[in-house]
């Protein structure tokens, strides 16, 4: 696509530098904080402050010791997985309505579908504890939690898709109805693989909010701990570095996914014309 | 990359909507989509809500809650001063950090579309949402050991002579709020913002300035009024979710940089819930005549695509 | 690239980030699984220095009960989290007058201190407090103690504090640090304002409570959300005066600050007296004797004491301090007169907490 504008002004040149510049600038404001937290991981110093009094690498150590936070990576994981999966189909479902029926009340729906995300979480947390508890008489627990975290996560899974099925050419679908498939087949061979992306990025954007979500999690999860919770309660006591240690290695492992989400495709790529010309 | 394949190639007019029309996927198909959303918003929100509205209207004694229905809750928040001060106190801190935001972001989008090549992009954006992959509370403890006293500013300015003393200016007060809470949510305005200006048809802008605009005329008379609707989408998706902040203000804030976040969550620790709902909920009513006004602005625009 | 091969890269990466999310899931109840293999596994709900991550990994292997603590930052957190959670908690700690109000409310079960051999270690003192009787029962396993006073950093400070009303000094503006419980500070303010019963003020007492942490205010710098805030803003200089518990002292020196002394105000001032209960819903109650007679054994407690600083109730962790060099220290934190305990305003719920959080929202909001 051609983006590329030729140079037209001569302060062009200038402007292309001034705007670089910033750009530079934006990331250095965005990876100072998220430099210091992974530099404060490798000080000996156990506040997790300045001034570094020396190299480490025990608080990964004591990272892999400790069994709190096996737990609550485990937990959130798995509150994640859940959430991830529901908010996916139920927000994926309603795009389409949403999209394409002949709703009288589209911008009402869309208004009322996009609030979970915009009010604040402590709402959703408590008016779905004092619901829960109160009249279903239900124990606070990782579900509850999960229930929760997927109101606030499917709205977002709902814009996306929305987005994608908004941009959306139709005559492709035509075509389909055309040649004779009937509506299952066009969901799963035209619509499915034109939206995957947009679902794909929903359910990535669900899993993302779902793993350092707090407030909600913090009034619904009862007796487990999730990370976002462990690191409160930790920083509540006494950060450690561990905690950093912590966040460290999950910044790596996410590091780690997205290069392999960009590496992979060519590999197969690679991989299935290797299979092919043998 | 998939995204510009499918996207039909006569633009969209800006804020335009493009109404499905011709294919149904039958007619009780239609709607059938809705049923597992009804089930949980209806569930799961909507019945919460409700009853949290109820909540409001009722009375907490000894640590629980009375249903005794009284207008009281309603009535303490507009008789005292305090809460309208510390309102409007959030109100002007999440447009400053708003703006702030957005002031950052824009330039930085406009960087992004303008200047580097479109398979590049990507990694540029996902760096820009990286940080979202630690901790919130561990992002913003890291601000403190950058503004606090013993942090980064200070060591630096001291380290070049400029300071002999640590200056604690930085923290602790709205200035702070606001630097960190545009920190928090640059991430969605940088990709609310790249979602319009990637969209944006950069020939009117050539042609703009082949007639003699000056780029900033140009950016100024062609670019900002079509990408308005991108502009109010960054702004909804920055400032809303600010309005309920308040671990950031509690954490770097101090005793001057309250937000009404903060008062409604000490109603809520102090196990005040009916008091906490009605607090909550008057939030909540601004947020919804917001959100009503600027509903066109809901539509995301396909920017989240990998 | 072409739209076949984008779509098809794309939903080869959606399987397999679905495989790898299953794989996830699948190895999370291995591990749990692996950990209930050795033990049963008793729910704390506590505050984090009531253990050490070694301790309890001592415990799980003498006992077989492996605790895993869940933290709370106030008493009314913790109450309304027992209610809400029914049997997911085994044993939940609670402060002074805390207790009676989980048992009247049917959270809590009183049992037979004397069954415990460990509740010989204590103080005798302790085990007879009068608000945590319950026929011949007691409510909770007394644990540890503290007043809640000034600490200020002399290089700033020159007079000392030793009264409420020398914070209200304007050349300490903005050099405050204290800590976000409502409630806790409005009992605070009923002490410096001469209220009957800081827990329980009337509507007079309250204003003049009020009045008394508006005038406060503006020297306050921070509402720190946790009391390891306060330490690091003493530690740091930021602040020179806090208003914590005891031993902060250490705590500051610790974290590389300065020399930061105490003073008592003579108006008197509020204090915690915490314990261990036993959750009524819980599954496990057979345990907790076996739990608590480990966990509670002198060397721990003496231990606990050196890290986390302020008086317990075990006897016998005071006489191994001592022998171990720290007596000084013990005795510069009262470890040795849990009478003192008897003399603060312990901390409760409070009569009318809406009126509280009210106070202090008025006063804190802009």
């Given amino acids: 696509m051609p983006r590329e504008l030729e140079v037209v002004s001569p302060r062009a040149g200038l402007m292309r530098f001034a705007l670089s510049s910033w750009a530079a600038l934006v990331y250095l404001f965005l990876f100072v904080p998220i430099g210091l937290l992974v530099a404060f991981s490798f000080n000996s110093n156990k506040y997790g402050t300045f001034p570094f009094t020396g190299w480490t690498t025990k608080w990964y150590g004591q990272v892999f010791g400790d069994y709190q936070i096996k737990d609550a990576l485990t937990t959130t994981l798995r509150v994640a997985l859940f959430v991830t999966i529901i908010s996916t189909i139920v927000g994926t479902a309603a795009a389409f309505p949403l999209v394409r029926s002949k709703l009288r009340f589209r911008s009402a729906v869309r208004v009322g579908m996009t609030l979970p995300i915009m009010i604040p979480g402590l709402l959703i947390g408590v008016s779905l504890l004092v619901f829960l508890t109160n009249v279903f008489h239900l124990q606070l627990s990782v579900w509850t939690a999960i229930v929760g975290q997927s109101v606030y996560t499917t709205p977002f899974v709902l814009l996306i898709v929305a987005a994608r099925l908004q941009g959306f050419d139709q005559s492709l679908e035509r075509a389909a109805s055309d040649l004779g498939a009937n509506t299952f087949n066009r969901l799963r061979y035209v619509v499915l693989p034109l939206i995957a992306p947009a679902v794909f990025a929903g359910a990535l954007f669900a899993f993302t909010l779902s793993l350092d979500e707090f407030i909600i999690t913090l009034f619904l999860i009862g007796g487990s701990n999730t990370l976002p919770l462990y690191i409160y309660t930790q920083v509540k006591f006494g950060i450690t570095p561990e905690v950093n240690a912590l966040a460290t290695l999950l910044l790596g492992a996410s590091v780690l996914l997205i290069a392999l989400a960009f590496l992979l495709p060519t590999a197969v790529r690679r991989a299935r014309l290797a299979l092919r010309t043998r | 990359m998939a995204n510009a394949e499918v996207t039909p190639s006569v633009p969209d007019p800006p804020g335009g909507r493009k109404t499905a029309r011709g294919l149904s996927l039958g007619r009780l198909g239609q709607y059938g989509g809705f049923l597992p959303a009804i089930v949980l918003f209806g569930l799961f929100f909507a019945a919460p809500l409700g009853l949290i509205v109820a909540y409001s209207f009722w009375q907490v004694v000894d640590y629980n809650v009375v249903h005794d229905w009284t207008l009281d809750n309603y009535r303490y928040f507009f008789s005292v001063s305090t809460y309208a001060k510390t309102f409007w106190a959030t109100i002007w801190v999440s447009v400053a950090a708003t703006a702030l935001a957005i002031g950052i972001a824009f330039p930085f989008a406009y960087w992004l579309v303008r200047y580097i090549p479109k398979r590049l992009q990507k990694v540029f954006l996902i760096l820009v949402i990286l940080p979202f992959w630690t901790s919130y509370l561990l992002r913003v403890y890291a601000w403190l050991n950058i503004l606090g006293p013993e942090g980064a500013i200070n060591r630096f300015l001291h380290w070049i002579h400029l300071t002999s003393q640590p200056v604690s200016f930085f923290l602790y007060d709205r200035p702070a709020v606001i630097l960190v809470l545009a920190y928090l949510y640059f991430p969605f305005a940088a990709l609310t913002l790249y979602a319009s200006l990637e969209r944006f048809d950069w020939d009117q802008f050539k042609a703009a300035m082949d007639l003699g605009a000056t780029p900033f005329t140009a950016v100024r008379k062609i670019l900002l009024p079509q990408i308005r609707p991108g502009i109010t989408t960054s702004v909804i998706f920055v400032f809303i979710p600010i309005l309920g902040e308040y671990l950031t203000p509690q954490l770097v804030g101090g005793a001057k940089g309250v937000m009404i976040g903060n008062l409604i969550a000490n109603f809520f620790v102090g196990a005040q819930y009916t008091r906490g709902a009605a607090a909550a909920l008057l939030i909540t009513a601004l947020i919804v005549v917001l959100l009503i006004v600027f509903r066109r602005s809901l539509e995301v625009r396909d920017a989240y695509a990998p | ?366």
């Fill in chain 3, 1 to 366: 690239m072409s739209m076949t091969e984008g779509r098809l890269s794309r939903a080869g990466l959606l399987k397999a980030g679905a495989a790898g999310a299953l794989g996830l899931y699948a190895a999370g109840p291995a591990a749990a699984a692996a950990l209930r293999f050795e033990s049963t596994t008793l729910n704390l709900l506590t505050w984090s220095d009531h253990y050490a991550n070694d301790q309890l990994k001592a415990v799980s292997k003498l006992s077989g009960l492996q605790g895993r603590p869940t933290l709370f930052s106030d008493n009314a957190d913790a109450y309304l989290k027992i209610k809400q959670t029914g049997s997911q908690f085994d044993i939940v700690s609670g402060d002074a007058l805390w207790v009676p109000k989980y048992l009247k409310d049917g959270l809590t079960e009183s049992f037979d201190l004397s069954s415990l051999p460990v509740s010989k270690q204590l103080y005798s003192l302790a085990r007879e407090f009068p608000f945590w009787k319950d026929g011949s029962n007691y409510m909770g396993y007394p644990f540890s103690w503290s007043t809640v006073q000034i600490y200020y950093n002399p290089k700033y400070v020159t007079t000392k504090p030793d009264s409420w009303h020398a914070l209200l000094d304007k050349k300490y503006a903005g050099k405050i640090s204290l800590e976000n419980i409502p409630t806790d500070m409005m009992a605070i303010a009923a002490r410096a304002t001469g209220g009957k019963k800081p827990y329980a003020m009337t509507k007079g007492e309250i204003s003049r409570a009020k009045a008394y942490l508006k005038a406060l205010k503006p020297n306050v710098q921070k509402l720190a959300s946790q009391n390891n805030e306060v330490i690091r803003a003493l530690a740091d200089g930021s602040a020179w005066i806090g208003v914590t518990n005891l031993g902060s002292d250490d705590r500051v020196k610790d974290a590389g600050g300065p020399t930061v002394l105490r003073a008592y105000p003579k108006e008197g001032t509020i204090g915690f007296i915490d314990s261990e209960q036993i959750v009524k819903a819980s599954k496990n109650k057979s345990s907790f004797e076996k739990f608590e007679n480990t966990m509670q054994q002198a060397p721990w407690i003496a231990k606990n004491f050196l890290t986390n600083g302020r008086p317990l109730f075990n006897e016998k962790a005071y006489k191994i301090l001592v022998n171990t060099g720290h007596g000084d220290r013990a005795r510069r934190l009262s470890y040795n007169k849990p009478e003192n305990a008897l003399k603060m305003t312990i901390k409760g719920p409070a009569g009318d907490e809406q009126a509280y959080v009210d106070a202090f929202n008025e006063v804190f909001g802009a």
